[in-house]
């Protein structure tokens, strides 16, 4: 039995070939081609709900005189209503990069998210054979990976893709502090550092992994620094600093943590946390029923939904470490890789309303742990009789063929929004947002009768949901009915639990609703309790445009069709501008005549 973490410290002799390294290296590449062959699905789907906004019709990413603004501030600053909680430059630095290599082809982007999935499949390989010291198991793990159903959001939704290359940095700075003990100890624990706080930076939730990373570089110091507190002191100090600095930062940029305001309170998100875990860990063990979003139930009291699942995670908990003290430390590291990046899960119940909080792609690192213990199994298999042998490598077979067959599948849902809309609808008929989202796609197609059609039954599904009231008040607008429209905004206008963007955004529409009906006295009033809430609102400049011009007022509505130019880059707002322009210059030789 395994007492220690095993380092693979065997390089390969100088006088090696390269056909003799490469007979060695069938493995990795095996398990990558799998990871590319399983996903090539992927390379025919398109752009899909966030991709639109993110990347389409980002100006940010598609160009880089905006590399300041990527370096310094949050992900979604291109869109002023978007409240912020995310800083992720380097995930923004490579959607630039991709761009400028591939500009908007969906097939290139696909392409990029692939390769960088198959580059996580292969240092999961790398990680296994640093632990176990077995290529049998390395290659089992690795496999898996590859061909794991649940990794099929993260991998085909391109702007999912942060997922990927956090997954990847913090991959390689582990496999950095189990490099061979000769390379020293100062060198790997200090480039560690620096991938593990880069990672931060594609995705903030790694920050609970520093407690893996420290206990690694412990590991690493031992028996090599002074006494124990010594080697606590340089094993975490780089790694505390780094986290420290990224906080100080992401302070600065988001003037907050990105978590105080949110859909419910904390006392929800910690009563309804454990039944969470266990939603995703049932969901990487069997990977079926997946969809793109789910609906979980939420409470507020600890009732059995809470202690239930809470001892079912504690059990987990005991039942790893009992493992890793008697039988392979490598039980306690894949257990603390399943469930520390699970941790923010708190945050999501908290920030994210219903139908948000829980996604496919918040797996793809904790799989990883999940594989390990796989790649355990298979190299204790091969250590048994033969029939042991058989059993293990016909089971192993069994699941890679049935996961390479569902993640191939899974993908044609990522085609574009309405597939990807309707299978959510398939998976879970009584959630409203999808068919919500679903009314978006018809609308913007022109389909305004199928798009106000699934807007009502949106709002039929959550009749108190403001975002589907707010969407189905848009819906009923485009298509002038505008008594319902006003009946629904005012109604939201009583409610007392909408935050302060919504509030405006509902205020604003309801302004839009009385211009139409010639309520033109009402209209300025809402549009000056939107101005007063926030100036420089997206669209409330386009609204003032419109009044002003339909009170005659042609020099304030250029104004104000000047401003939202300026605030939105809204190009209909510039045309109207013009217009008016060309029509101040046809009627100036007439005025002229007249004097």
């Given at each position: ?25 069938w493995t990795p590449l095996a398990v990558c081609s799998l990871a590319l062959v399983v ?100 290659g089992a793990a690795a496999a898996v990976f590859a061909v794991h159903p649940i990794h ?444």
């Amino acid at each position: 039995m395994r007492k220690r973490l095993k380092g693979d410290s065997r390089t390969p002799p100088p006088w090696e070939n390269w056909r003799e390294r490469l007979s060695k290296s069938w493995t990795p590449l095996a398990v990558c081609s799998l990871a590319l062959v399983v996903y090539s699905r992927s390379l025919f789907c398109g752009f899909i709900r966030d991709d639109l906004p993110q990347i389409v019709h980002n100006p940010q990413v598609q160009s880089w005189q905006y590399l300041p603004q990527i370096l310094t501030l949050h992900l979604w600053n291109h869109i002023p209503q978007f409240q912020a909680l995310f800083y992720r430059p380097l995930f923004s630095l490579w959607m630039l990069v991709i761009d400028t290599i591939g500009g908007l082809s969906p097939w290139f982007w696909h392409l990029s998210s692939v390769l960088l999935h198959a580059a996580c499949t292969y240092l999961v390989y790398r990680l296994s054979k640093r632990l176990t010291g077995s290529e049998v198991g390395a290659g089992a793990a690795a496999a898996v990976f590859a061909v794991h159903p649940i990794h099929v959001e993260a991998v085909t939704w391109v702007s999912a893709s942060n997922e990927l290359l956090f997954s990847l940095l913090t991959l390689w700075a582990m496999i950095v502090l189990l490099s061979p003990r000769e390379r020293g100890d100062r060198g790997p624990i200090l480039f560690s550092t620096l991938l593990y706080f880069g990672s931060l930076f594609a995705k903030e939730t790694g920050v609970v992994l520093i407690f893996l990373m420290v206990a690694l570089a412990l590991i690493r110091l031992k028996d090599r620094v002074g006494g124990w507190g010594k080697r606590f002191v340089v094993a975490s100090s780089p790694y505390v600093g780094g986290t420290v600095a990224y906080l100080i930062i992401r302070w600065y940029v988001l003037h907050g943590m990105g978590v105080e305001k949110g859909e419910r309170g904390w006392r929800q998100a910690i009563f309804t946390s454990p039944s969470i875990v266990l939603f995703y860990l049932r969901k990487l063990l069997v990977p079926v029923h997946l969809s793109g979003a789910y609906v979980n139930p939420i409470y507020a009291s600890p009732t059995t939904a809470f202690w239930l699942p809470a001892a079912a995670i504690l059990l987990f908990v005991v039942s790893m470490t009992w493992l890793a003290f008697r039988v392979n430390p490598i039980f306690g590291y894949s257990a603390a890789l399943i469930l520390l990046p699970l941790l923010p899960v708190l945050a999501t119940i908290r920030v994210y309303p219903q139908g948000d909080m829980t996604h496919d792609r918040y797996l793809y690192l904790p799989s990883v742990g999940l594989c390990l213990l796989i790649g355990i199994v298979a190299d204790r298999a091969r250590h048994s009789v033969r029939s042991v042998r058989i059993v293990a490598a016909s089971v192993l077979g069994i699941v890679l063929i049935s996961f390479s067959v569902l993640t191939f599948a899974q993908q044609r849902f990522y085609d574009n929004d309405i597939t990807y809309s309707q299978q959510e609808i398939d998976f879970n008929p009584a959630n409203g947002f999808p068919y919500a989202m679903l009314g978006n796609v018809y609308m913007d197609q022109g389909q305004t009768d199928l798009a106000l059609k699934n807007y009502r039954m949106a709002s039929a599904r959550a009749p108190d949901d403001a975002r589907i009231s707010l969407l189905l008040s848009r819906g009923l607008f485009a298509v002038q009915q505008y008594t319902e429209t006003e009946a629904i905004l005012n109604r939201l206008l009583l409610r007392t639990d909408l935050d302060a963007k919504r509030q405006i955004s509902v205020r604003l529409s309801l302004a839009n609703v009385e211009i139409a009906l010639g309520n033109l006295d009402s209209a300025q009033q809402s549009l000056q309790q939107v101005e007063q809430a926030d100036p420089n609102f997206p669209e409330l400049h386009w609204a003032l445009g419109i009044l002003y011009k339909k009170r005659g007022q042609i020099q304030l509505a250029q104004t104000a069709f000047d401003k939202e130019y300026q605030l939105t880059g809204d190009k209909e707002a510039q045309q109207q501008s013009d217009m008016i322009t060309l029509e101040m210059l046809r009627t100036q030789p007439d005025d002229g005549l007249q004097h």
